[in-house]
């Protein structure tokens, strides 16, 4: 909840209305996961809080460790907005004809966050939603369909409940699901994270990604400073189609023609993600479309090597082909680099995110 949230709360129940901010601290600030720990409210409000209200924490329930340092944590997630709740129907008419993904609904469902050390800094790559709607070709979540929703507590709950929370450096969303799909949920959680009587972050550390909704872009672009990443891995419409079905709904020209309307050379940037697949989008053709693309637009391109998964018909493309690449964005005014590949040994690398119990 946010400050103005437990104000009304406050409000409702008689509370005084500097109890809310007394509240923030405790759950932001201390971070504490019980309401007896509120020690400053009278236990009167404590007592009615218990009855109205939970913390919202819960501990991961796996990690794994890669050999690079890397961790993958588990998260059974509760109150989740069930998959029945959004008729297919409905969903399919607010997206024009694009074909989401839908998968049945069993009783526990899960989301991974990974850890990334490195250096002095510490990422957390996390999720907003079980499965994705998306159904990108090389997604292993997005082949999984799509389960639910996460609340803005279930998201804040993967920062605040790994050992790592202190340590902590940066936030990207760029796990399970398509942020700008359920915006209420990630600007609620941004907000905690940057707001004063939150965490106080700049919004400079977080990152949201998104494959291009453009409802959801533009209102993001409007309401929030954080970065924006942009998958793209394809500059040809057909054949960024064959591998993203919102292609049909979100031409990627629209979205970069939508961003071209922003200022980015201020401290707020756009990147767009670029998956390397090998003789499908890696040879200078492409390059040279990408630079068309995005030229006049002040961004950077990630080039991400493809992580192989079961079922998949595609291939990475060799480091010699990343490298020509990227040195043809650079030579062409892009500014592009090569990302690090991490957790791949533990199905923690880009796309590889499965939300599976072992």
């Not at 409000?11 to 901010?21: R, V």
């Not at 939150?198 to 400079?204: D, R, V």
């Amino acid at each position: 909840m946010s400050l103005a949230e437990l104000q009304q709360l406050c409000a409702e129940e008689g509370m005084p209305k500097f109890a809310a901010k007394q509240m923030c601290d405790w759950l932001y600030a201390k971070q504490v996961d019980t309401i007896d720990a509120m020690t400053n409210l009278s236990l009167k409000a404590r007592g009615r809080l218990k009855e109205i209200a939970f913390i919202g924490r819960h501990t991961p329930v796996d990690c794994q460790v890669s050999k690079d340092g890397t961790k993958k944590y588990l998260f059974e997630i509760e109150n989740l907005k069930l998959k029945s709740e959004i008729s297919q129907e409905r969903a399919s008419q607010d997206l024009n004809n694009f074909n989401f993904q839908f998968s049945p609904f069993n009783s526990k469902k899960y989301v991974e966050a990974v850890y990334i050390p490195d250096g002095d800094r510490a990422t957390l790559c996390i999720s907003c939603q079980v499965g994705c709607k998306m159904g990108c070709r090389f997604c292993v979540t997005g082949q999984q369909g799509f389960h639910g929703n996460l609340t803005a507590s279930d998201i804040l709950n993967q920062i605040f409940s790994i050992p790592e929370t202190a340590s902590l450096t940066n936030v990207v969303f760029m796990g399970m699901g398509e942020p700008m799909d359920n915006l209420d949920a990630v600007l609620g959680a941004t907000e905690v994270l940057t707001a004063p009587w939150g965490l106080g972050w700049s919004p400079k550390r977080i990152t949201v990604s998104t494959v291009g909704i453009l409802p959801g872009l533009r209102r993001f672009l409007e309401e929030s400073q954080c970065h924006l990443a942009v998958s793209l891995h394809n500059p040809f419409a057909d054949e960024r189609l064959d591998i993203m079905p919102v292609q049909k709904a979100y031409p990627i020209a629209d979205v970069v023609a939508l961003l071209k309307q922003y200022d980015w050379s201020g401290q707020r940037r756009v990147s767009f993600e670029f998956t390397m697949f090998g003789g499908l989008n890696d040879s200078t053709r492409h390059a040279a479309e990408l630079v068309r693309l995005l030229r006049g637009l002040h961004c950077r391109v990630n080039l991400i090597r493809f992580h192989s998964s079961p079922g998949t018909p595609y291939r990475t493309s060799t480091p010699q082909t990343m490298n020509a690449f990227c040195d043809y964005l650079n030579s062409h005014g892009i500014i592009c680099t090569i990302r690090a590949s991490r957790g791949e040994d533990i199905m923690a690398a880009c796309g590889l995110l499965a939300g599976q119990k072992r």
